[in-house]
């Protein structure tokens, strides 16, 4: 039988490898300016990829937990749009690591909070 980490690991490696997929491989190519300036998104009103980058990323913190889940959600983060600027975009937004970075934090603090109960 499989561990409760072993899951959560093959769980995680499924869902970053979905996330790869749908935010890197399957986007279009387009290239605009080389780097969106901090808060954007914000400024303009875009509270649905707000949201969206927030939610996306809180599953990875839950599932790893702790100062390692926010960490590795930055890793990924950072890959996913170093990716888009090299292959796809020709932009890199830093807004998306900030809100991924939330969306961390807000898995980890779910997770430390469940576990409490």
């Known amino acids: ?50 949201f969206l980058n927030m939610l996306l990323f809180v599953p990875v913190g839950f599932l790893i937990g702790g100062n390692k889940g926010l960490v590795i959600g930055i890793i990924i983060s950072c890959l996913i749009e170093t990716n888009q600027y090299f292959l796809h975009r020709g932009f890199c937004e830093i807004d998306d690591i900030i809100n991924n970075t939330i969306g961390a934090a807000i898995g980890v603090c779910v997770r430390k909070r469940t576990k409490s109960l």
């Open 1 to 50: 039988m499989l561990s409760k980490k072993c899951v959560r690991s093959i769980v995680l490696i499924v869902y970053v490898s979905v996330v790869f997929y749908l935010t890197v491989i399957k986007r279009q190519s387009y290239f605009e300016q080389a780097v969106k300036p901090p808060f954007w998104e914000l400024i303009n009103g875009y509270w649905t990829d707000i």
